[in-house]
């Protein structure tokens, strides 16, 4: 179930990438669960990987192959994370990579591999190459949402966004497709985002730009804390659109092409959350007064993190007692509750070192009953803040965690 | 429900400590909520506290008392935390000392108030010394076990232990009771511990003592991670048993008086997580092979809060993957998957890089089975180790903490 299932309008064309997708049968049968994404020539490639330290094998694979090409092509997975599969995992990540390249025609190092879904099983690499052989026939532009919904796992929505700016005058467009329904879906799944434009940008600002976003996005959302063995996001600029390459961070057009790129990034982690495991509630915590953002970000995660608070929010419980408890332990140094406020929906509850004077039981209730949440917390220390997204801990949560493998 | 009812013994009284109870109607008219303690005069007295930056109005006053005095008097009341209630709060706290000192005949500096309970109510002051009034008329020496009831919340059995030790030939006692479900329980609790001993210890070696043990008990416990406004854990000595003074960390006495209290604190400790919110299984996370202790405890502690482990401790489901995938993220520098070994009650898992290769699904079924688990995580580092004691998420936790309210 999703927690609101607003369609974003269809997915643009990004001139110069293609997918398509197949049924390699790899956990169920009635689905597809391989996509093929193929770029132009010259296009440059950013990524980010799982900071874990236990890691899956197309992770490791993927990290070694970028340092020395620009990728072509990428393979991706559901049904089988590749993880904890050891020496023999690794090798099957370089089979797909080596079975691919020599279908399309490129280096196998120009082959990345990703993988979502159980861990601790091998990939049927033989099956997958034959589902991997029929994309390569079939490779359109506009396959994005095909490949959206081949990519999922346990995913109740595809997750798609889009962006057109102008950039010397010439229409640039960002598309992009995630999948994941939690920070990590260990048996099923794990979070994974191919991002393209079709503007010129240089290959090291492309990539300190996906860092940027990243930051501003997908590390801004959190389901339970858990960091994949899988995640991955990528950023494709083909530069199709023809205008002249971006090279500078003072570059105006870097700016637009940023804030574009960061826009459909959000779009799709905050579709994340939206579709997060059991989740009844899309909560927006939003810190301000900071002395630092880190501050301000330490103060989110804790609350965000806390099972007290979010079993609080699925019982829409205006428990402020819990969200300031949870304040009160993110090591904030010299935070002062006589200066702190806490408001949610625009409802005052907390201010300066007691209850606000107005608040009562039923507005609280009243402020709390809505699907979307937003929780302000002020520090009242400075004028840093910052904005991290998460959901509820519902009972289906449990039960979706606890019942799978049963 | 608690994981495991086993009673321990009858407690031994504590020469020189006396405890009274009485019905305050502060929450429940048909139980005792009100727990008065007395200790004799000379009582060294040690105590920690929440480290919560949101500390509850007795928290702030009990700090401020034990730096002026040793303590004569304790007052713990159930129902009620007197939390989030600014200055009225703390002049509430203020006005029981005073009262209590007041029937006793000693300085309202020697009283310590104690709260846990429901977050941003107004303590019944009035009520509350009514009851107290009572207990002083009946302070006995055997009323320990009134006390641990008195001072329960939502707990649902009344934790209790103790142990004795001989100290220059003379019988030495250790009593403790304690209370709490959780590290937090923001609503209706949180975790509070008295000990007493009739040894007579130096005051600053005895709150070295009490660190030293909170460090191997109770900061070794986590039911969700979130701490509490108002824990507090006090270790008087009253000198009754007649042994010379424990005044140096080297005396051999030291160390057997520190290994019994912190006995009678682990045994405390591990009630509590039996007791905890929904549990049904009880954890004991073992990380071996750390290159330090910090190390061990990171790894054991990103288990211990991860919502997706314990969801699979409460199926009972060996689900290694997200085991390994919070080991992967606890941030040890260096750590090697190729070196780790996952051992599950006696059962070898995941075996350097892989997993084990006598490992089968059903034997990992079978070793989940039990109520207790013993989970071993050997980071093949060094010789460093550190255990947690922890326990599962439930359904029955989401609905304890989702519907307290409604």
């Known amino acids: 179930m999703s927690v609101d299932d607003t369609k974003d309008s269809a997915l643009l ?51 070694e192959h970028l340092q020395r090409r620009q990728p072509r092509v990428f393979v991706v997975n559901s049904g089988c994370a590749n993880a904890g599969t050891g020496q023999l995992g690794v090798d099957d990540a370089r089979r ?30 033989t099956r997958m190459l034959e589902g991997i052989g029929q994309c390569v026939q079939r490779l359109r532009p506009d396959a994005w949402e095909d490949a959206a919904r081949a990519i999922m796992t346990t995913d109740t929505v595809p997750k798609g966004a889009t962006a057109r700016i102008d950039v010397d005058g010439q229409p640039v467009t ?24 079709d503007a010129a940008v240089e290959q090291s600002l492309l990539q300190n730009c996906l860092r940027w976003v990243v930051g501003r996005s997908f590390n801004r959302i959190t389901v339970d804390g858990d960091t994949s063995t899988n995640d991955a996001c990528v950023l494709l600029a083909t530069g199709a659109a023809g205008n002249s390459k971006i ?46 953002e880190e501050d ?6 804790t609350i965000a993190h806390s ?79 910052a904005e991290v997204w998460t959901c509820d801990l519902s009972n289906e949560y449990v039960r979706i965690n606890a019942e799978y493998r049963s």
């Open 96 to 125: 797909i990579c080596t079975g691919t390249a020599a279908f399309i025609g490129v280096d196998p190092e120009q082959v990345l591999p990703f993988s979502t879904g159980v861990i601790g099983e091998r990939l049927p690499v």
């Open 247 to 292: 090279s500078s961070p003072h570059d105006p057009a870097y700016d637009r092409l940023a804030a574009a790129v960061c826009d459909v990034a959000r779009k799709l982690a905050q579709a994340v959350v939206r579709d997060a495991e059991g989740a009844t509630k899309y909560v927006t915590l939003n810190v301000v007064g900071g002395a630092s």
């Open 13 to 63: 064309l990004v001139p110069g990438v293609r997918w398509a997708v197949a049924r390699a049968g790899i956990r169920q049968s009635s689905r597809d669960d391989v996509a093929v994404l193929e770029c132009a020539p010259d296009t440059n490639c950013a990524a980010v990987f799982t900071q874990n330290q236990f890691y899956a094998a197309p992770v490791l694979v993927a990290r």
């Open 307 to 385: 099972p007290l608070v979010k079993t609080a929010f699925f019982a829409s419980d205006p428990n402020w007692g819990r969200l300031l408890a949870a304040v009160g332990r993110a090591g904030v140094a010299g935070l002062d509750f006589q200066k702190v406020r806490l408001v949610i929906n625009g409802l005052e509850i907390f201010d300066r070192g007691a209850v606000a004077a107005a608040y009562r039981e039923e507005l609280g209730q009243a402020a709390m009953a809505p699907v979307d949440l937003r929780v302000t917390v002020d520090l009242g220390m400075g004028d840093q803040q």
């Open 174 to 197: 960002v598309t992009g497709i995630a999948k994941g329904v939690g920070m990590i879906r260990p048996d099923m799944a794990t979070m994974l985002a191919f991002l393209a434009t």
């Open 296 to 301: 301000c970000l330490s103060v989110a995660y």
